[in-house]
């Protein structure tokens, strides 16, 4: 089965940085484009980042555009989302996703498979 997992995430305070990973494992095919939503307490879900298959082409949501970063290695099958300058405002729980298809999406409707999220927590 696919499985997505998340990592890195923790306590900082306000200006600091994490790094995210997400481990891919039990995808047979191997193209797949991935993305980064978060969710906060009592919120609706959002769009922070994706990448595509090759990597070439990368979207940041406009609250996140210039500091954080998205990137992946597909040998490692793995994708990364660097959180630099962390506000207290970018407190949720961070989820992975993957997409059966080499482009990525803005929406979660188009994802097909999700990790269970790592919390991020940005102290003022």
């Known amino acids: 089965q696919v499985q997505l997992v998340e990592s890195g995430g923790g306590l900082v305070q306000a200006g600091g940085s994490l790094r995210l990973s997400c481990a891919v494992s039990?995808?047979?095919?191997?193209?797949?484009?991935m993305g980064w939503f978060r969710q906060a307490p009592g919120k609706e879900r959002e769009f922070v980042a994706a990448?595509?298959?090759?990597?070439?082409?990368?979207y940041n949501a406009d609250s996140v555009e210039g500091r954080f970063t998205i990137s992946r290695d597909n040998a490692k099958n793995t994708v990364y989302l660097q959180l630099n300058s962390l506000k207290p405002e970018d407190t949720a729980v961070y989820y992975c996703?993957?997409?059966?298809?080499?482009?990525?999406?803005?929406?979660?409707?188009?994802?097909?498979?999700w990790g269970q999220g790592t919390q991020v927590t940005v102290s003022p």
């Open positions: 039990g995808y047979t095919f191997n193209i797949y484009a």
């Open positions: 996703a993957l997409r059966k298809t080499r482009l990525s999406s803005t929406l979660s409707q188009d994802y097909n498979y």
């Open positions: 990448i595509t298959w090759s990597g070439d082409s990368t």
